[in-house]
Structure formats: structure tokens, C-alpha cells
T-cell receptor
């Protein structure tokens, strides 16, 4: 299993540009999550999904959109990028049914908005 | 609102020393607690997950304890090595009908000097 994969690893955007961060998992997990991590800080939840076709806002959703058309994929869309969105973005997944509900993380996408 | 605090923010120790990292949380109604390791520029690696019914978990030189009533967890690292240098994050997990939700601390940056 590849686990949780994310692309791209790095990206530089200009203010006002848009882009999609890709996330995929091959563990048949039903729950997927997007977090952002600012320098020296913990992770904050942006959006999450409990299954295909179902998404919901986390703690810091403004400026982002998500979709979940398949169990495997959970892309994060940035519209009109702003410098405040400069961060490292992590995707994670977990499986309902495991008592521990452990979350597994991807390697991250480092985004800079100039 | 759940708040997670990690003390100290940074720690530098000589190789071979035993050390303790601390994590405290404000709401004791947690489901589980998870400790992660993050290397510079990398994603999160899960180290230990303690279920709310457990008091500790061990993996190799790592031992994590959980005291829900006092809102505390500790990560004990025995015989530290330079390869242990990383940022250690704790996250409390609460379970909602919409899935597991993690609240992260800001991390402890550990440096083990040869």
C-alpha cells in the first residue's frame, strides 16, 4: 500500500491564482481530512469527509473548497490564493470501525503565495 | 473548546539522556490521544496511540502515558539518540458522529546532541 499520497510537494502561487491540491489513499478509509500547519504551530482542520459525496467544514475553511467523488480521492481547491494561505497542507485518512480511529498522514504540500 | 498545550516548546539534551515531553488538554472528554513525530520538511509519523481506556502504551524506547482526569499525557524517551531529533506533536481525539476530530498541540522541538 502507498498509504496517503499528496501532490504536488511544493508550489508557488501568485496572489489571486487558483490551484488544486491532490490527495489519495489506497487503504479503503472512509474518513479523510485536510489540515494546514503554519510555522511553529500545530495542525488545524480545514475540511473533512466521512465518505464519498459527504464533506463538512473544519476549523479554518474560509478560502478553500473540497469534493469527494470517490472513496480514494479528496482534492482541496484554493480559489483566489492569498498570502495568508502560505502554509504546509496535510491530508489524512482514517477508518471508521477501528476502535482507535488512528489517522494516517500524507507527506504534505508546501505552498507559498506571493 | 479543546486546547492542547505542549511543554517545553524546545528541548536540547545530550545523547543517552532519558527525557519526558509533556502534553496537557483542557477537556477530559477525549476518545484517544495520539503522539506523532515530524521531521523537518516532512509529514507526520504516528508513534503511539493511547485509547481512553488505557493508561499507557509502549513501543521500543518510547512510553506514553495518559491521565484523563488531570488532562495530561507524557511521552517518555529512553536513552535518547541523535536520530530522535525531531518535533513531537500530541493530538487529542474526540469522536463525533461526523468522525474523529484531532486537536493538536504546537509541538516540542527535540534536539539530541552527539
Amino acid at each position: 500500500n502507498a498509504g496517503v499520497t499528496q501532490t504536488p510537494k511544493f508550489r508557488i502561487l501568485k496572489i489571486g491564482q487558483s490551484m488544486t491540491l491532490q490527495c489519495a489513499q489506497d487503504m479503503n478509509h472512509n474518513y479523510m481530512y485536510w489540515y494546514r500547519q503554519d510555522p511553529g504551530m500545530g495542525l488545524k482542520l480545514i475540511y473533512y469527509s466521512v465518505g464519498a459525496g459527504i464533506t463538512d467544514k473544519g476549523e479554518v475553511p474560509n478560502g478553500y473548497n473540497v469534493s469527494r467523488s470517490t472513496t480514494e480521492d479528496f482534492p482541496l481547491r484554493l480559489e483566489l490564493a492569498a498570502p495568508s494561505q502560505t502554509s504546509v497542507y496535510f491530508c489524512a485518512s482514517s477508518y471508521f470501525g477501528l476502535a482507535a480511529h488512528e489517522q494516517f498522514f500524507g507527506p504534505g504540500t508546501r505552498l507559498t503565495v506571493l | 473548546k479543546q486546547e492542547v498545550t505542549q511543554i517545553p516548546a524546545a528541548l536540547s539534551v545530550p545523547e543517552g539522556e532519558n527525557l519526558v515531553l509533556n502534553c496537557s488538554f483542557t477537556d477530559s472528554a477525549i476518545y484517544n490521544l495520539q503522539w506523532f513525530r515530524q521531521d523537518p520538511g516532512k509529514g507526520l509519523t504516528s508513534l503511539l496511540l493511547i485509547q481512553s481506556s488505557q493508561r499507557e502504551q509502549t513501543s521500543g524506547r518510547l512510553n506514553a502515558s495518559l491521565d484523563k482526569s488531570s488532562g495530561r499525557s507524557t511521552l517518555y524517551i529512553a536513552a535518547s539518540q541523535p536520530g530522535d531529533s525531531a518535533t513531537y506533536l500530541c493530538a487529542v481525539i474526540r469522536w463525533e458522529t461526523s468522525g474523529s476530530r484531532l486537536t493538536f498541540g504546537e509541538g516540542t522541538q527535540l534536539t539530541v546532541n552527539p
